[in-house]
């Protein structure tokens, strides 16, 4: 009885370090994120490096690193095969700093596709029916978000049918 009873708690402290390990994980990784996602507005907002034709190759250069930290995050993001809820807040969030900078370093085509798959999920979460009503407006906000700068990116490329498509659907929000 004993042993049983031991092995058990020592399963218990187990399973209580492995949650808390996973909670931690989780908070790095919003720690992460943020601080790349602040150093991206920095940089692209930066009025100097904008306007500068001299430091636009530094512009570029910086806007690079969080282009292969979003991408490689996307990556992983995608590899999960039974995401939750909050991790395909992730991959949304992910794929739409992604589009954002694709469109900031002038890959229009690449961040047309990539506001196409943010748009996908959140259609793949509103199907699902995620929990809470401002849950449901999150969601419906952020993919109307997408089809927005979606059809603002569709007007840089002189794609007038798709960009009309976009704004229609960014004003439907559903």
């Given at each position: ?64 690193k969080p ?16 995401p939750t ?90």
């Amino acid at each position: 009885m004993t042993e049983s009873r031991e092995a058990r708690e020592e399963s218990d402290r187990q399973r209580a370090r492995a949650e808390l390990e996973q909670r931690h994980a989780h908070e790095n990784e919003v720690l992460a994120v943020g601080a790349v996602a602040e150093f991206q507005r920095s940089v692209s907002e930066s009025r100097e490096l904008k306007s500068s034709a001299e430091l636009a190759g530094l512009r570029k250069d910086l806007l690079g690193k969080p282009l292969a930290f979003y991408r490689k995050l996307r990556e992983q993001l995608l590899a999960d095969e039974a995401p939750t809820v909050e991790n395909l807040k992730m991959l949304r969030e992910a794929t739409t700093q992604l589009a954002a900078l694709e469109l900031d370093v002038g890959d229009t085509e690449a961040a047309i596709e990539l506001y196409a798959s943010a748009i996908n999920v959140c259609d793949r979460v509103l199907s699902q029916g995620p929990p809470g009503e401002q849950d449901q407006l999150d969601w419906r906000l952020a993919k109307a978000e997408s089809h927005r700068v979606r059809g603002w990116a569709f007007n840089k490329v002189n794609r007038l049918e798709a960009e009309l498509a976009e704004f229609d659907a960014a004003d439907r929000k559903s």
